[in-house]
T-cell receptor, first 112, second 115 residues
Framework: KAGVTQTPRYLIKTRGQQVTLSCSPISGHRSVSWYQQTPGQGLQFLFEYFSETQRNKGNFPGRFSGRQFSNSRSEMNVSTLELGDSALYLC???????????FGPGTRLTVT | AQSVTQLDSQVPVFEEAPVELRCNYSSSVSVYLFWYVQYPNQGLQLLLKYLSGSTLVESINGFEAEFNKSQTSFHLRKPSVHISDTAEYFCAVSEGRGATNKLIFGTGTLLAVQP
């Protein structure tokens, strides 16, 4: 089976712009979660989607949003980018509710 | 709220020596526990997991971890490390029990294997 794929792998944006990141889960996986990884804050949970519904959300401002499509692919959007949004954004997919997740390679976002 | 503590930010060790990476979690409720490994410029790879059953779990590349409920720990061990084991290791906990897949991660431990 193909693993979790994320596009793009690298992205450079300017403060104030918005960005959309894409994630394709492993075939058959219905749960997709997003995490932000930074040197200062480590790995932090953003949100989780299951069957097109957001079923859990982390402590991030409303500028961070996401959605899931009927084919389980997911996108996350960050509006009005700030310098502090520079991070590695990781997507993970899961088959069930055990927390066992499989991660993609991430999208490295740099905000200048 | 659930939290995960990895006390050692970096562990230097010589090749072929044993190593232990420590992980403690805060919740006393039933949890699922995981170790993930991250190589430079890559995503996270699942190394091993404890969901239920035997408290000692093993990976295919020689790592093992033991779930200790009374000490709320899930330490990772390997009897003999290789240069290729150099990476960052993250301990994670999930308490969703089917309701969510949210993972709470520790701050990571950089395992630096020296020749």
């Amino acid at each position: 089976k193909a693993g979790v794929t994320q596009t793009p792998r690298y992205l450079i944006k300017t403060r104030g712009q918005q960005v959309t990141l894409s994630c394709s889960p492993i075939s058959g996986h219905r749960s997709v979660s997003w995490y932000q990884q930074t040197p200062g804050q480590g790995l932090q949970f953003l949100f989780e989607y299951f069957s097109e519904t957001q079923r859990n959300k982390g402590n991030f401002p409303g500028r961070f949003s996401g959605r899931q499509f009927s084919n389980s692919r997911s996108e996350m959007n960050v509006s009005t980018l700030e310098l502090g949004d520079s991070a590695l954004y990781l997507c993970a997919s899961s088959l069930g509710g055990s927390g066992e997740q499989y991660f993609g390679p991430g999208t490295r976002l740099t905000v200048t | 709220a659930q939290s995960v503590t990895q006390l050692d930010s970096q562990v230097p060790v010589f090749e072929e020596a044993p190593v232990e990476l420590r992980c403690n979690y805060s919740s006393s409720v039933s949890v699922y526990l995981f170790w993930y490994v991250q190589y430079p410029n890559q995503g996270l790879q699942l190394l091993l997991k404890y969901l239920s059953g035997s408290t000692l779990v093993e990976s295919i590349n020689g790592f093992e971890a033991e779930f200790n409920k009374s000490q709320t720990s899930f330490h990772l061990r390997k009897p003999s490390v290789h240069i290729s084991d150099t990476a960052e290791y993250f301990c994670a906990v999930s308490e969703g029990r089917g309701a969510t897949n949210k993972l709470i991660f520790g701050t990571g431990t950089l395992l630096a294997v020296q020749p």
